[in-house]
Nanobody, 123 residues
Framework: VQLVESGGGLVQAGGSLRLSCAASGSIFSINAMGWYRQAPGKERELVAAISSGGSTYYADSVKGRFTISRDNAKNTLYLQMNSLKPEDTAMYYC??????????????????WGKGTLVTVSS
């Protein structure tokens, strides 16, 4: 499975960005997908995840501002980010794992990762 992110960039606080993650390869093996982020000097954290059945998870810090979705026909995962804050600045990684629960429990559990896309929010 190959994952390629796009859509990162520089945005002012209060602005919006949409991240995309195109999946290819043996995608039938993917159950859950999600977005992690890692800021300098901080641990990697799960921001949002979605299961093959459509269940979703959001970190408390992004609830009400971020929306995760997937287009199965296009094999693409999205993260719509609204009302961005400077503390959202980080490298964002697309990942594919077994379940949302395992992705939450262990940030390194996903078997597949993209290379990341940088999101910078200026104040």
């Amino acid at each position: 499975v190959q994952l390629v992110e796009s859509g990162g960039g520089l945005v002012q606080a209060g602005g919006s960005l949409r991240l995309s993650c195109a999946a290819s390869g043996s995608i039938f093996s993917i159950n859950a997908m999600g977005w992690y982020r890692q800021a300098p000097g901080k641990e990697r954290e799960l921001v949002a995840a979605i299961s093959s059945g459509g269940s979703t998870y959001y970190a408390d810090s992004v609830k009400g501002r971020f929306t995760i979705s997937r287009d199965n026909a296009k094999n693409t995962l999205y993260l719509q980010m609204n009302s961005l804050k400077p503390e959202d600045t980080a490298m964002y990684y697309c990942a594919a794992g077994q379940t949302i629960a395992t992705m939450r429990a262990d940030p390194m559990s996903p078997g597949y990762w993209g290379k990341g896309t940088l999101v910078t929010v200026s104040s």
